[in-house]
DNA sequence: AATCTATTTGACAGCGCTGTCAGCTTGCTG
DNA sequence: CAGCAAGCTGACAGCGCTGTCAAATAGATT
């Protein structure tokens, strides 16, 4: 099909410098007890003749793919993905892996077919697991039982035999309910994220530890079910404004959610952030550029993402770093959506 | 490392099935030739062992890797890319394809390089180009040249030989500016999109059909450069809304620019769609959830990766099947981002 | 039944690389 | 300068599959 591409073979290039082949296998792996004279000239011979390895030998040959999954809910949602997947190219291309997408559209009773014949057909060696999919008890439970390892970017709790990058979503989200609080507020809903989610957990929890904290009465009625995207936002917030004694603040567990509350509120002649103060979670790419800009937690996603593909290399290669030994940083970004509560 | 998995090789199958390896590989293979009760027999055999053939052997052995590439721009848009790799991805994994990445970031001067190494060392066999890759000459003039197949989902001049997948971009910017000329608006701006990109000159050339057609004059000082980003609508939309006679409607080239506008619009105290309306193309997913919703075009992308995808494997399975013979149609979807002018 | 042709099947040689293990060089040590 | 360990290098056997080509079988024809 290319017959220009891929001639160059490793006999060639043994040939070339007047080695074996065996030596030039080393010399390309870095494999050590090559001479440094001897490895030049290899080096150089590799050069000239552009040899590039045929991956496909390498794999058959030496039982390494060299290749990584990526496993990930095919929802609307893309702007987290955008940065996983950044960050795990990132990584992966400089360490001579490839990265495979296996979109799975939840909720999938299939889901462990699915997954087992992408890992076994696609012949990765290892996977990376973004939210939600490392939340699933039945993924990670097939992976472990087929020995594949994997990273898992998610707020659940660690397992110290497996990799797993967490970032501090309860203090993050304890924070903006402070801030809110701090400027007056005192009737705060909170629109909860996809109770699959990990993540919706603990930013339930940063919420209601703030309000305890600070003495500020928990209302039931001010709680409402989302599940991460714009319908559900702008519905759960709906209920609320329409509520006899509406909160003055909407705390929505994402920027999705919180711009479907601002949509709400909108369509109900409230001034955002005069008579409703807004804010969200995630600071995606639209996030600054509605209107008005939203009050949101950036979160460290694509280095949350280099940083798994990195230790499931590392892990792959035998070299047994050690994970970080704190969760990643949220921090908390100040817009215009919340404001202070001016008393009526 | 994975001691459990692909144990089964095609010599269990044979054995099991009481056949030479061979039969094996042409049952696999759907290869004609095999007699009917051979062929359920080794069918049989290759269910009850799960057997999966070892693709770094197929590939190594039969010249093809069965994977296709996918080469785009790493720019912030990412609503286009995530239907471009669902409806690629879609096609290509039923079809027994893997779907590699290779993420670009331009301009990129070594881009050549870039690619050809991808190219040999992921060893693809076709690669997908989206927008804005489809329409460098550079990058379709070295696969060409590398003898790779590609299609390229771009609004340039078809060729024949080649997978083009065309959209009528320069109809629906048509009927998006004779709407507006419509509702009465002759002072209509326009905000250009990357130079580079295919699509820019096509809107662009709609526009100015439709203003001629309409016997609206064309002001050159409403026509602003842009680059498909936020930022670049923001500041272009300012400068015609700062002119002594500014335009009562803009239309900016894609949503992400329109939001621009809306946001400098709404800076400058004006009310959209009341005193400016404002129109965009692309229709992503926030176009909708911004206040105003935006009127805009949206075009089928994850069919057209579709399509792209599958002619693209059809090719390379030696099937020529050949292109749809009409573009694919744009829609205007009319939200409330624009309105009838209303003379002062 | 013998002959011929078309169809079906199998033996075997690679594909390009890495792992194993044996053999050859060094550079020391005594 | 012999003797030896440590450092280098190479020969060769696979890895699991498909392509080639020859052999076996079935079916058609006389």
Redesign the interface.
């Known amino acids: 099909?290319?017959?220009?591409?891929?001639k160059v073979t490793i006999f060639d290039v043994a040939e070339h410098a007047g080695v074996s082949i065996k030596t030039v296998s080393r010399v390309v792996n870095n494999e050590p007890n090559v001479r440094e004279n001897t490895r030049e000239r290899v080096m150089l011979a590799v050069r000239e003749l552009r040899y590039?390895p045929?991956?496909?030998?390498r794999?058959?040959s030496g039982?390494?793919?060299r290749i990584i999954g990526l496993i990930y809910e095919?929802a609307?949602e893309?702007?987290y993905?955008?940065d996983v997947?950044?960050g795990a190219?990132g990584i992966c291309e400089p360490a001579g892996y490839?990265?495979?997408?296996r979109?799975l559209t939840l909720p999938d009773p299939e889901i462990i077919d699915h997954i087992r014949q992408f890992?076994?057909?696609?012949?990765v060696?290892g996977i990376v697991l973004p939210a939600p999919m490392g939340d699933l008890p039945e993924v990670s439970g097939l992976l472990r039982e087929?020995?594949?390892p994997f990273a898992a970017i998610t707020p659940r709790e660690p397992d110290p035999d497996e990799i797993n990058i967490l970032c501090n979503d309860e203090a993050a989200s304890h924070a903006l309910t402070e801030l809110l609080i701090h400027q007056g507020h005192d009737a705060i809903g909170f629109i909860k994220g996809h109770p699959d989610h990990g993540a919706s957990h603990k930013r339930f929890a940063g919420y209601r530890r703030a309000l305890k904290q600070h003495g500020v009465a928990y209302a039931p009625r001010l709680v409402r079910q989302g599940y991460f995207d714009?319908e559900s936002g702008r519905i759960a917030a709906g209920r609320m404004l329409d509520l006899p004694d509406p909160p003055s603040a909407v705390l929505a567990s994402n920027d999705d959610m919180a711009?479907?509350a601002?949509?709400a509120a909108?369509k109900r002649g409230l001034n955002v952030p005069g008579e409703l103060s807004i804010a969200g979670f995630d600071d995606t790419?639209?996030s600054s550029?509605?209107?008005p800009p939203l009050t949101t937690v950036r979160q460290p996603i694509a280095q949350m993402a280099e940083t798994a593909a990195a230790l499931l290399i590392d892990k792959?290669n035998g070299h047994s770093t050690e994970a970080p030994d704190a969760p990643f940083e949220c921090e908390v970004v100040i817009r215009e959506s919340t404001a202070p509560l001016h008393p009526a």
Chains 1, 2 share one sequence.
Do not use: D, V, Y
């Not at 045929?54 to 030998?57: D, E, I, P, Q, S």
């Not at 890992?119 to 012949?123: H, L």
């Open positions: 099909m290319n017959p220009e591409r891929a590039q045929n991956a496909a030998a794999e058959l039982k390494r793919s095919n609307e893309f702007s993905l955008n997947f950044n190219l490839s990265l495979l997408l979109p890992a076994t057909n696609a012949r060696e087929m020995r594949i714009f711009a479907g601002i949509f909108r790419r639209f550029r509605i209107w792959l």
